[in-house]
T-cell receptor, first 110, second 114 residues
Framework: GQQLNQSPQSMFIQEGEDVSMNCTSSSIFNTWLWYKQDPGEGPVLLIALYKAGELTSNGRLTAQFGITRKDSFLNISASIPSDVGIYFCAGQLNMNQFYFGTGTSLTVIP | DTEVTQTPKHLVMGMTNKKSLKCEQHMGHRAMYWYKQKAKKPPELMFVYSYEKLSINESVPSRFSPECPNSSLLNLHLHALQPEDSALYLC?????????????FGPGTRLTVL
């Protein structure tokens, strides 16, 4: 299957700091999605992106669909303890091809 | 109601046991999915049902047998599993088969095979 590489693999930050993570692939995707997964829970959709260059916000979260359509970025501003979790990007290559990224584990230190 | 429920939450089984995982949604979604997730790894798609018919089987071993009795229910029957099958099994549903951006996930069943 497709490899969606996320970086960094893990992050340890102080509460209040901003966070940036990205997701890259060698293929061109039609849709990019960002999820958060808490321990013992399923992933929850945070943001969906549909067009190259699109910038979409959801509260303190902002995500961008890369111009090349091979990457996407997620920023979290003013992090809080409940932002802890694993963040996954996911891409839809075409109708029936959907892949998750490798994940970024976020730890927020109060 | 945007909830996908899964039972049981935890399951421990031996390699000779037969067990079933259950998933339910009442959002009127017509597509339902099973994913397998190993620790610290992304979910991997196993099966997709669309309008109660199996449409995608991602080369999953036959010891996993899915069933969709109706549009709200999805089961995963387990038989003769191996210890490496221990994982979190996630169910999801979406409005249509390829509407991944409308996909809701359940909390998962944590399966341990002894």
């Amino acid at each position: 299957g497709q490899q969606l590489n996320q970086s960094p693999q893990s992050m340890f930050i102080q509460e209040g700091e901003d966070v940036s993570m990205n997701c890259t692939s060698s293929s061109i995707f039609n849709t990019w999605l960002w999820y958060k997964q808490d321990p013992g829970e399923g992933p929850v959709l945070l943001i969906a992106l549909y067009k190259a260059g699109e910038l979409t916000s959801n509260g303190r979260l902002t995500a961008q669909f890369g111009i090349t359509r091979k990457d996407s970025f997620l920023n979290i501003s003013a992090s809080i303890p409940s932002d802890v979790g694993i963040y996954f990007c996911a891409g839809q290559l075409n109708m029936n091809q959907f892949y998750f990224g490798t994940g970024t584990s976020l730890t927020v230190i109060p | 109601d945007t909830e996908v429920t899964q039972t049981p939450k935890h399951l421990v089984m031996g390699m000779t046991n037969k067990k079933s995982l259950k998933c339910e949604q009442h959002m009127g979604h017509r597509a339902m999915y099973w994913y397998k997730q190993k620790a610290k790894k992304p979910p991997e798609l196993m099966f997709v049902y669309s309008y109660e018919k199996l449409s995608i089987n991602e080369s999953v071993p036959s010891r996993f047998s899915p069933e969709c009795p109706n549009s709200s229910l999805l089961n995963l029957h387990l038989h003769a599993l191996q210890p490496e099958d221990s994982a979190l099994y996630l169910c999801a549903s979406s409005q249509g088969q390829f509407n991944f951006d409308t996909q809701y996930f359940g909390p998962g069943t944590r399966l341990t095979v002894l």
